[in-house]
């Protein structure tokens, strides 16, 4: 089955700890993204990466981080420094070229009591 | 109806009616636009897509229409079904084309 899983699907972390969520596929896509989801809103942009090594800031990368050590997968950690970190995360990844779209995975929702 | 909530629109049709999304897009260079559909829980799916150089584009049960002059996407989903009952998000690449900046999003409730 080729696709993008996320895991876990929920996740509960103590306010302060550092947690990260994993994010792998397997369309042998080079380009891979994190979004933020709160209820009732859109899609907004963490992180991005367009190939292997190399990653870029979104609107929203304030207590973020990313790595891409390998082309299928692309992990999100969410800091302390992060001030309202329960939302629902989603990833997903593109295919080469500008006209593609980008394939989600399920998101894991994060909640910090 | 169509009326606006807290944070989404809501447009709310009887099973079998056609359905008509709309989406008011940014930025004047892009050039290439995606409709998601959203369950709750779940992750985006994606509908349908729509280069510039096209004005309909249509799929299974579903059509795009994109309107430039005025920045303007729609979707229309003919014979809505209860399955269909979702948040609809249009996107765009906008001005770098490697990645997507989405709209709102629009709560779509079928009516059996």
């Known amino acids: 089955d080729g696709g993008i899983t996320q895991s876990p699907k929920y996740l509960f972390r103590k306010e302060g700890q550092n947690v990260t969520l994993s994010c792998e596929q397997n369309l042998n896509h080079d380009a891979m993204y994190w979004y933020r989801q709160d209820p009732g809103q859109g899609l907004r942009l963490i992180y991005y990466?367009?190939?292997?090594?190399?990653?870029q800031k979104g609107d929203i990368a304030e207590g973020y981080s990313v790595s891409r050590e390998k082309k299928e997968s692309f992990p999100l950690t969410v800091t302390s420094a992060q001030k309202n970190p329960t939302a629902f995360y989603l990833c997903?990844?593109?295919?080469?070229?500008?006209?593609?779209?980008?394939?989600f995975g399920p998101g894991t929702r994060l909640t910090v009591l | 109806g169509e009326s606006v909530g807290l944070h989404l629109p809501t447009l709310s049709v009887q099973e079998g009616d056609n359905s008509i999304i709309n989406c008011a897009y940014s930025n004047s260079a892009s050039d290439y636009f995606i409709w998601y559909k959203q369950e709750s829980g779940k992750g985006p799916q994606f509908i349908i897509d729509i280069r510039s150089n096209m004005d309909k584009r249509q799929g299974q049960r579903v059509t795009v229409l994109l309107n430039k002059t005025v920045k303007h996407l729609s979707l229309q989903i003919a014979a809505t079904q209860p399955g269909d009952s979702a948040v609809y998000f249009c996107?765009?690449?906008?001005?770098?084309?490697?990645?997507?900046?989405f709209g709102a999003g629009t709560i779509l409730r079928v009516k059996s």
């Open positions: 997903a990844s593109k295919g080469g070229g500008l006209y593609n779209e980008q394939f």
């Open positions: 996107a765009e690449n906008g001005a770098y084309g490697n990645k997507l900046v």
């Open positions: 990466s367009q190939i292997v090594n190399d990653f």
